[in-house]
Nanobody
Framework: QVQLVESGGGLVQAGGSLRLSCAAS????????MGWYRQAPGKERELVAD???????NYADSVKGRFTISRDNVENTVHLQMNSLKFEDTAVYYC??????????????WGQGTQVTVSS
């Protein structure tokens, strides 16, 4: 089992910045990737950014150039620096960890979500 705890959400004006953090605990040795997803009201959950254990990153087109994902493999934390925030970035942001357990089970874990609200 892996537990994910997010922090850093809140209310910010358009053009502002926020930094989200997610700390993983438990069976973290099997984590092969971590990332952030978001879900706005009435919309499906979508990938925002993810990062592999080796540091390869992937971003949604809508956030490229504005958001930066980073990861500390020692501390098992992942961060999302969000700059130049737009109203349409408003959503609940979820931390995600993809874990390959020693018994070869591949499981995706989710945090409880943190609200990001951008006022226009």
């Amino acid at each position: 089992q892996v537990q994910l705890v997010e922090s850093g959400g809140g209310l910010v004006q358009a053009g502002g910045s926020l930094r989200l953090s997610c700390a993983a605990s438990g069976s973290t040795i099997g984590i092969i990737g971590m990332g952030w997803y978001r879900q706005a009201p009435g919309k499906e959950r979508e990938l925002v950014a993810d990062i592999s254990r080796g540091g390869s990153t992937n971003y949604a087109d809508s956030v490229k150039g504005r958001f930066t994902i980073s990861r500390d493999n020692v501390e098992n934390t992942v961060h999302l620096q969000m700059n130049s925030l737009k109203f349409e970035d408003t959503a609940v942001y979820y931390c995600n960890a993809r874990v390959l357990h020693s018994d070869l089970r591949y499981i995706a874990y989710w945090g409880q979500g943190t609200q990001v609200t951008v006022s226009s």
